[in-house]
Nanobody, 121 residues
């Protein structure tokens, strides 16, 4: 099994910044893509950003220029720096990793427990 543990999040005023972190641990053979998703009340979960093991990034249009994803392959960690936050960024943010289990050598999609980000106007 692979576990993802998130940290960060909280309450911030509009225009402020927050940083989320996520660490993958457990029976890991290889971590492929990592990313962050979010889900606002009454809405579907959506991709915020992702990064490949080679460092290729992808961002939702709504966060381009404001959010930056970082990854440390050696530590199997990913971080999300969020700047110029807006009230519409309010959501539960989930870390995601596409990883190969070292025991089975089967690739799965793993999720963190989610962390609340609230941006006040």
């Amino acid at each position: 099994q692979v576990q993802l543990v998130e940290s960060g999040g909280g309450l911030v005023q509009a225009g402020g910044s927050l940083r989320l972190s996520c660490a993958a641990s457990g029976r890991i053979f290889r971590v492929n893509d990592m990313g962050w998703y979010r889900q606002a009340p009454g809405k579907q979960r959506e991709l915020v950003t992702s990064i490949t093991s080679g460092g290729i990034t992808n961002y939702a249009d709504s966060v381009k220029g404001r959010f930056t994803i970082y990854r440390d392959n050696a530590k199997n960690t990913v971080a999300l720096q969020m700047n110029s936050l807006k009230p519409e960024d309010t959501a539960v943010y989930y870390c995601n990793a596409i990883a190969v289990d070292a025991g089975t050598l089967i690739q799965h999609s793993y999720w963190g427990q989610g962390t609340q980000v609230t941006v006040s106007s």
